[in-house]
């Protein structure tokens, strides 16, 4: 595997059940990321973590819950979520420097949430 | 994080360079521009960035004016498989800081056969 994987690729939950989105990054990155993506919108940042501990939480409701173990694996736990929850859950990874630098992020393919 | 211009959507046809403008009047000096794409449903794809010099890649040119107030992502000869929305992101990046990317609507590049 290279890059940035994402799974599942496609998800359909009930407003009641419990489910992940699980994000792994191949490109030996210490920074990574969730985005959502709802439709005909631009992308929105979630959560960032940075060497394993998140940094940024912009206002995201606690039914969406974020997980890093590790610098190579990021998830996103979902529970009691709404319709309009529904989305495309963008992962990224980046390399972040302690110095005056560039870090490129570089995006997964997205899992299709579909809330019902 | 400096406010980006860009136009809603382009046509271009193939094999041509496909130019896409991008206004960032407020840019500060140590802004980035970034260049990204998404193809349909797809996570978006890094193509090119740059500071103040003009950039090249396998994938594009990116030309930033003397006074960084704008820019243009140049695709050298524009094939079907471009065509997506490209995003430029200016992009504030410190010492120990993950810069955010602020996506904004992007332009919907269309090429055409």
């Known amino acids: 595997e290279t890059g940035v994987t994402q799974t599942p690729r496609h998800l359909v939950m009930g407003m009641t059940n419990k489910k992940s989105l699980k994000c792994e990054q191949h490109?030996?990155?210490?920074?990574m990321y969730w985005y959502k993506q709802s439709a005909k919108k631009p992308l929105e940042l979630m959560f960032v973590y940075n060497f394993k501990e998140q940094t940024e939480n912009n206002s995201v409701p606690s039914r969406f819950s974020p997980e890093c173990p590790n610098s190579s694996h990021l998830f996103l736990h979902l529970h009691t979520l709404q319709p309009e929850d529904s989305a495309l859950y963008l992962c990224a990874s980046s390399q972040v420097g302690l110095a005056v630098s560039t870090d490129t992020q570089y995006f997964g393919p997205g899992t299709r949430l579909t809330v019902l | 994080d400096a406010k980006t211009t860009q136009p809603t959507s382009m046509d271009c046809a193939e094999g041509r360079a496909a130019n896409l403008p991008c206004n960032h009047s407020t840019i500060s000096g140590n802004e980035y521009v970034y260049w990204y794409r998404q193809i349909h449903s797809q996570g978006p794809q890094y193509i090119i960035h740059g500071l103040k010099n003009n950039e090249t890649n396998e994938m594009a040119s990116l030309i930033i004016t003397e006074d960084r107030k704008s820019s243009t992502l140049i695709l050298p000869h524009a094939t079907l498989r471009d065509t997506a929305v490209y995003y430029c992101i200016v992009r504030f990046y410190g010492s120990g800081n993950t810069g955010k990317l602020i996506f904004g609507q992007g332009t919907t590049l269309q090429v055409k056969p």
């Open positions: 490109l030996g990155h210490n920074a």
